[in-house]
Structures are given as structure tokens and as C-alpha cells.
């Protein structure tokens, strides 16, 4: 468990009553990784998600390496190499792995950790469960994770704008 003081700091779970707090920092433990932890692959059944309190995670998707050799036998067998190309940046005080508190629970990207980081890690299989319990709890987590990616989305269209105008991709 961590201190519900600590989650009070961040934005994410302004609003939040001093009881919903404490809820979630029951379901919570604080960890430090190092530069290059892999918290999850895109695919992965998601257990946790994570509110980072210090670093920066990138968040990405594989992609074929087009400066790997591929031959047609890679492909049939499903043995392309690929590397991942960062589609966002999470930093200090945002939430990741979100994903892990919507059906099917798996990841969208990959999240690996650009800095050595610290960061809120939520047992998100337990929340799950609270939330149907709570149904007024798991309504408002809900909305504040569709405000995430309603956020995500507009940044990935500044992107997309920005490289359109800047004639890079």
C-alpha cells in the first residue's frame, strides 16, 4: 500500500474522494526501473497500470525493420524483424497502461522506460473487481480513462498535422 497523500499530488485523480484514495492505494505499490525496462509489449494481457511519479516511458509499436533482411519465409512463419517506433511520451505525474482497466485488457503499445523511473504500480485485476462492486467508482475511473485517450488522440493528430506540414513522416 502507498500513502492516498501521494496520489492527491496528480491530476489524474483529482476529484477523487479521500475514501476512493485510499482504495486505490490499497491496490498500489511504489517501484523504481531502470532505463530500458520493458513494462509491457503491445499485445500483452495488462495486470497493472502504472502512474509515473518520476522519468519518462516511450511508447511504442513494432514495426517491420526495414533494415533487417526479410525473406518470404519470415513472413510465412511469422519471424519478421522488427524494432519499435515511439508513437508518444509519458512523463512524470501521467498515467499508462490504462488499457488494463477495459476489456480485453491488453496492451496497444509497448511501454518501455526511457530514464531510470519511479513509479505508482496498480493491481488493475483488483480494481477491476472493486469497480463492479462500486459501480459509481468504476464510472468515474472509466471517464477519467477515456479522457486519457481523448488526450492521446489530439496529440497524435498535432503530430500527424506537424509532419504533414513539415513534409516528414
Known sequence: MISPEL???YPFF???????????????????????????NEGD????????????????????????KQTVSDQLLGEIKTKDVSVSTVGTGDVFAWSALIPPHTAT???TALTSCQVVKFDAEKLRTLFEEQSDFGYLMILKAGQIV????????????????????
Open 45 to 68: 494481457k495488462l495486470n497493472h497500470f502504472y502512474l509515473l511519479t518520476k522519468g519518462s516511458v516511450s511508447m511504442g509499436i513494432p514495426v517491420p525493420d526495414r533494415d533487417k
Open 109 to 111: 503499445a509497448g511501454g
Open 150 to 169: 481523448r488526450d492521446r488522440l489530439r496529440d497524435l493528430r498535432i503530430e500527424s498535422l506537424a509532419a504533414t506540414i513539415t513534409g516528414s513522416s
Open 7 to 9: 496520489l492527491r499530488r
Open 14 to 40: 483529482a476529484g477523487l474522494t479521500h475514501d476512493q484514495l485510499v482504495t486505490l492505494a490499497k491496490a498500489a505499490e511504489e517501484i523504481s526501473v531502470e532505463t530500458g525496462h520493458v513494462f509491457f
